[in-house]
């Protein structure tokens, strides 16, 4: 009888711990929720184990020297560019110099008679423009003129026999506008070769309806100037590409060699991207650019801008997964990529097509002018422009909720200020060439030429290609796992090792179990998560 009180005591004090522990995990649980509000940062999915990288091992000192070496290569390069050749060749001509006795009717109209200077492979492509000079006594006085242009090419080969170029169903009238201001008027493309066949070439032109122009006016002279690449400068374009293909092989090959013994599903979101960028970064530098001096094709030119296309598309949907991917490991294709597939499908796309298409009917057709000739030609670039901006204001979006939501924390805010920096350094530099090529470019109806294709000078075309892959070579070295990386099958039966090659989201989140009982509606560790 007297156990039984106590028997009966133990049992309540029992239940009464039991229920104080109870009210106490949903306190916790209730404290839990609402700190989800007051500080978002923590608020998000567990990302997925990753392999170690080089990024989270180097101190300051390492960031310091490794920023000193990408700007002292990127400066070199901008200085072997100053000091090389120039990107054009241009050879001018008057018309009085070929017929002094020219009558002002035989001045209005033609024929004119030109013979190009010496060229070779090396000289790439030839653009003739013609710029008409007038007198006009009124110097404010500006106004547009529209008037066709007939064009008749001939090729002089080895043998000294003339051989016909653009045939009779390219022999038809082109349609220029001609706007002049005070005594000069506007440069016009009369005739583009994309393809140098023959050393020599003789092109005869006339026009019509500038009559009623040279009876008001006078025109007193034309200017021929016949533009191509300066040989010197695609024999270097064609070196340093090599020399970049030749380094961007062995950078793939050494990045895949330090992940060769890590399971793909264990490695970090930026490493599978190294292995898509790599790649595109070969094509980039173009294997086979040399066989566009070779053969009469569009083909070489056309893999040429896909593979620049293909490169420059892929880093900038690698952007926005980064800082999109960064806040979250379920990335569902229809969720997730579909829609940034849509914003650089139609920049890859509009680019591909419209140059293709281009260098196409150039080949075909020497007297082929976009500008003119496709009426859609500026609704395509508007377009194209209407994308780009699109684009960076997504992109801006990402950069500020991955900021916003994850930056306090240890190791993402380490990983976005590295992908931000570099990030910013090649945006501005490729805005800075795109600038420089609407202004300066030595091919005006290259749509191309007005974004990333053509370079105005020898430094911008180093600058540029240099950053690129010197900018892929520093993140290959920044996400490549350490020489100290334990592989994963080593750690997971060793609690010892646990911890040694614990990725940056399992410091932040702790073990599995401990993310249980802070969040018991977090799937457990069976449950596959989507990539």
């Known amino acids: ?262 399971i793909h599903h264990d490695w970090s979101y930026e490493q599978k991207w190294m292995f898509v960028l790599l790649p595109l970064l070969l094509l980039y530098n173009n294997p086979i650019f040399p066989m566009s001096f070779l053969f009469n094709s569009w083909l070489p030119g056309m893999l040429d801008v896909t593979f620049q296309a293909s490169f420059v598309s892929a880093m900038l949907f690698f952007w926005l997964c980064a800082y999109h991917g960064i806040r979250q490991n379920k990335r569902k294709f229809l969720s997730f990529y579909f829609p940034k597939c849509i914003i650089v499908g139609l920049l890859w796309i509009s680019t591909v097509i419209l140059t293709s298409s281009q260098k196409y009917h150039e080949l075909q057709d020497p007297t082929f002018d976009y500008h003119l000739d496709i009426q859609n030609f500026t609704g395509f670039k508007i377009f194209f422009g209407i994308v780009c901006i699109f684009y960076f204001l997504y992109l801006a979006c990402l950069v500020v909720k991955a900021y916003t939501e994850v930056h306090s924390m240890p190791y993402f805010d380490l990983r976005l200020k590295f992908q931000t920096f570099t990030m910013i350094i090649v945006i501005l530099n490729s805005v800075t060439n795109m600038v420089l090529n609407i202004k300066t470019s030595i091919l005006k109806d290259n749509f191309m030429a007005d974004f990333t294709h053509n370079y105005s000078s020898s430094a911008q075309f180093l600058s540029f290609y240099g950053l690129l892959n010197f900018y892929l070579y520093n993140m290959a070295y920044v996400y490549s796992p350490p020489g100290n990386a334990v592989l994963e099958s080593r750690v997971k039966d060793n609690p010892a090792l646990s911890m040694i090659d614990d990725s940056d989201e399992e410091v932040i989140y702790g073990s599995d179990a401990e993310g249980r009982l802070l969040n018991p509606v977090q799937p457990g560790p069976d449950k596959e998560e989507s990539d």
């Open 1 to 262: 009888m007297n156990g039984y009180p106590k028997s009966r005591y133990c049992f309540n004090s029992a239940f009464l711990k039991m229920k104080l522990r109870s009210a106490c995990n949903q306190f916790g649980d209730l404290f839990s929720e609402f700190s989800k509000f007051i500080a978002p940062t923590y608020y998000h999915d567990r990302c997925e184990r990753s392999v170690q990288m080089r990024l989270y091992t180097l101190h300051k000192r390492e960031f310091v020297l490794l920023f000193l070496v990408f700007i002292a290569l990127y400066t070199l390069c901008v200085v072997i560019g100053l000091a090389g050749p120039s990107t054009s060749s241009t050879v001018s001509l008057h018309a009085t110099d070929i017929k002094p006795e020219l009558n002002r009717s035989i001045m209005a109209t033609g024929p004119f008679l030109l013979k190009s200077p010496t060229l070779s492979a090396y000289s790439q492509q030839l653009q003739v423009t013609a710029q008409i000079i007038i007198l006009n006594e009124d110097e404010e006085e500006t106004f547009d003129k529209t008037f066709d242009v007939n064009v008749v090419v001939y090729g002089i080969s080895d043998k000294n026999e003339h051989m016909l170029v653009s045939d009779k169903k390219h022999n038809k009238n082109r349609t220029r506008d001609l706007h002049c201001s005070k005594k000069i008027c506007d440069a016009i493309t009369v005739l583009h070769l994309g393809f140098l066949e023959y050393s020599h070439y003789v092109i005869t032109i006339r026009f019509y309806g500038l009559e009623t122009i040279d009876e008001k006016y006078q025109i007193t002279d034309v200017l021929f100037q016949f533009q191509s690449y300066n040989p010197a400068y695609t024999k270097m374009e064609i070196w340093f590409r090599m020399i970049f293909l030749i380094v961007t092989f062995y950078v793939t090959c050494w990045f895949s060699h330090s992940l060769r013994h890590f």
